[in-house]
């Protein structure tokens, strides 16, 4: 059974900063992609960002492009993201989530994509 556990979540000025952490267990982590998403309330989930499984390919959301990064630690079995300049409009839950299919050269970016997540953490930014 495949476990996601996030954590880093919190309540944060606008313009601070936070990092979220995403630790796997029960499959082989580092041959699958990793990606975030949100949902905020009232809205539908949406992409945030992806890392290949070597963590050689990223891709952002246009929305989050330029503040936020995703990495990876295949020797710990987490990944990051870390976001900078926050904005309200970022407050959500953010959920990490592990790619269907190993050795995919790019993160996808659809949720369909994924076949496990985690529960998620709430980032609220206030203005």
């Known amino acids: 059974q495949v476990q996601l556990v996030e954590s880093g979540g919190g309540l944060v000025q606008a313009g601070g900063s936070l990092r979220l952490s995403c630790t796997a267990s029960?499959?082989?982590?580092?041959?699958?992609?990793m990606g975030w998403f949100r949902q905020a309330p009232g809205k539908e989930r949406e992409f945030v960002a992806g890392i290949s499984w070597s963590g050689g390919n990223t891709y952002y959301a246009d929305s989050v492009k330029g503040r936020f990064t995703i990495s990876r630690d295949n020797a710990k079995n987490t990944v990051y993201l870390r976001m900078n300049s926050l904005k309200p409009e970022d407050t959500a839950v953010y959920y990490c989530a592990a790619d269907k299919i190993p050795y995919r050269t790019y993160p996808p970016s659809a949720g369909i994509e994924y076949d496990y997540w985690g529960q998620g953490t709430q980032v609220t930014v206030s203005s």
């Open positions: 029960g499959r082989a982590f580092s041959v699958y992609a």
